[in-house]
């Protein structure tokens, strides 16, 4: 497969150390592909699906206690603890190498480890990173097919160079106490163990992507975000793209495959999904940036996904997808709660138990999942697979507050951009853990996959954009306003173009806004409200007065917010927000007492 000294030595090592009975090496052909696809059907680690209704697609049931990303079991062990910063959790590299190494002894013994080459990024392009992940789960072999580009094609690319991401993955026991999943930066290193979920094994994903790559990037000049990456098509055939950054439960996936409303359809205005989760960002040769989505398919939450939410996310998952944790139906169908309103009856749920959608339990886990391929998506984008990447006009921050935020606002400038993405926060709601309306900042929804100190974080945007000679123009934007009664006042979902829109005007500098001591703000008769028909509650529509109402800037939330804000830079040791930051505060504070 190769002859790479450095990919064969390392391989040495580590099967020395896990002791597998056999190894394979993916070359990502169909035929090796669908043979593994039969013998994990012979041995109940999948379950093939009905091929009429869902060509290609395959069901998997993972451990009751390894359902979702774990992390206070992830690390970042830099050779400091000041590398990694408070928001991570570290170990001292020797140390957590000695430990994994005892769980890793022996840890496929009886398995076979399959050697999995994949890229992320089009192969061969100027995005394009390498891996190698060794795995003992042929579900982690599959998935990764569809998330990433897999097989030769990867060897041949990166030939001899010794510049390769390693990951060592072993399922050894499911063990929750001994789960593990470590990164080594300075060493270009990922291992997991004890874990079969995907967030924890499909090393591609949050790891590489993500938690290494934001650390190369901070090296080589460039960055990785968990941003969704869109283009808007206007009726002159134009695309314009913006990268948008949310963290968990602000429906980015949702607006990532955002269709327009019908009366912007018909004028022609189309919306390309790029990416639904990460960006890769890099400077172009005329000064912009450009972004790539280093992945090749969706990892997305099921429940909640339907036709009215989410059709295309739905349509992805049609054919060639494998569904985690979700009910199986009696036909070898798939469903999810709020999939339709019409649970199947006398199945199993996610656990393989019998399940009565009457006893008020879930049939499916609410972190159960799908993973399809993007090119799947009715609305994926004609410049998926563009080796260059998509320029920026935009960057938007976002977060899910009930009265602080309005509907959306311009920065100033980079640096009071990188400020608010420093800033980016949600609430608690009633259906998460814990009192509600707690403010938990995220910034830039890097909180859980910065893989160094969020302050060199923060410090590698500034510094970005003194490299940057077209800047896009960053906004934030919050679809979550309350009214007293506690019903949401903007509509959301697909008009939330109606606010892109007014985005990408502001961006090319095509209309006026209102200055403000947070920002720009629209000029309510600028975002366009015709076709809405939203009743937010006991027949009221929505109107430009509900509007106004949203656009407000409320200085009290806002000074109590900054408070907050204070309180959060002051986990960081001292020099580590930069001194940009310091003084964007300090001019808020000013404008907002002025």
């Not at 006042?489 to 209102?514: C, H, Q, S, T, Y």
């Not at 529509?541 to 907050?564: A, C, M, Q, R, S």
Request: contains cysteine.
């Amino acid at each position: 497969m190769t002859q790479n000294k450095a990919v064969l030595n390392w391989i040495d090592e580590m099967t020395a150390m896990t002791k597998p009975d056999k190894i394979v090496w993916i070359d990502g052909s169909e035929e090796q592909l669908e043979a593994l696809r039969a013998e994990a059907c012979s041995t109940g680690e999948m379950i093939k699906l009905n091929q009429e209704k869902l060509p290609g697609c395959y069901y998997h049931r993972t451990a009751v206690n390894d359902v979702a990303r774990v992390e206070d079991r992830t690390f970042i062990c830099t050779p400091t603890k000041e590398e990694a910063g408070p928001t991570n959790n570290w170990v001292e590299p020797s140390e957590m190498y000695d430990r994994l190494n005892k769980l890793y002894d022996g840890a496929m013994k009886g398995r076979t480890c399959y050697v999995l080459p994949y890229s992320m990024g089009p192969v061969g392009s100027p995005f394009a990173k390498y891996g190698i992940e060794l795995t003992d789960s042929i579900y982690v072999v599959l998935n990764m097919n569809i998330m990433t580009r897999i097989g030769n094609k990867v060897l041949e690319a990166l030939g001899d160079s010794p510049d390769f991401i390693k990951g060592l993955h072993a399922k050894k026991d499911i063990d929750a106490e001994n789960r593990y999943i470590v990164h080594f930066p300075q060493d270009n290193a990922i291992y997991s163990i004890n874990s079969g979920y995907g967030g924890n094994v499909l090393l591609g994903k949050k790891c590489f992507a993500l938690r290494i790559a934001s650390h190369l990037g901070r090296e080589e000049g460039w960055m990785a975000e968990h941003m969704l990456i869109l283009g808007i098509e206007y009726p002159n055939g134009e695309t314009k793209y913006l990268a948008a950054a949310f963290p968990s439960a602000c429906g980015k996936t949702n607006l990532a495959m955002l269709i327009p409303p019908e009366i912007y359809r018909k004028k022609g205005y189309k919306v390309w999904t790029v990416g639904d989760d990460i960006a890769w960002i890099r400077i172009g040769k005329d000064g912009r940036l450009y972004a790539c989505n280093p992945e090749y398919g969706f990892f997305g939450v099921a429940p909640g996904t339907n036709e009215k939410s989410n059709p295309n996310a739905l349509a992805s998952t049609r054919k060639n997808s494998i569904f985690t944790n979700v009910v199986m139906t009696a036909d070898g169908g798939v469903w999810w709660e709020g999939l339709d309103k019409n649970p199947p009856r006398g199945v199993l749920n996610w656990k393989g138990e019998p399940w009565d959608p009457d006893d008020g339990t879930p049939g499916a886990h609410p972190n159960s999942r799908f993973t399809a391929p993007a090119i799947n998506c009715p609305c994926i984008s004609p410049e998926f697979e563009n080796p260059d990447g998509v320029p920026l006009s935009a960057i938007i921050f976002g977060g899910r507050r009930a009265k602080t935020a309005p509907l959306v606002y311009q920065a100033r400038d980079w640096d009071h951009g990188v400020f608010v993405g420093s800033a980016m926060a949600s609430e608690t709601t009633a259906a998460a853990a814990g009192a509600v309306g707690v403010v938990r900042r995220d910034p830039m929804a890097m909180i859980p996959f910065c893989g160094y100190n969020m302050g060199d974080y923060w410090q590698h945007w500034i510094d970005m954009g003194k490299k940057i000679s077209h800047q896009p123009a960053i906004f934030n934007v919050n679809w979550f306003r309350l009214d007293e009664d506690g019903h949401f006042i903007w509509p959301g979902f697909g008009d939330n173009f109606r606010v892109l829109l007014w985005i990408m005007a502001r961006a090319e500098g095509k209309i006026d806004a209102v200055e403000t001591p947070i920002g720009f703000i629209p000029k309510p008769e600028d975002i366009d409200l015709e076709g809405l028909d939203y009743d937010i509650c006991d027949g009221h529509k929505f109107t430009i007065e509900d509007l106004k109402g949203i656009l407000k800037v409320e200085t009290p939330y806002w000074l109590e917010d900054l408070e907050n804000l204070k309180e959060f830079y002051a986990k960081f040791e001292e020099g580590k927000v930069p001194k940009e930051l310091k003084d964007e505060i300090e001019a808020l504070e000013k404008r907002l007492k002025g």
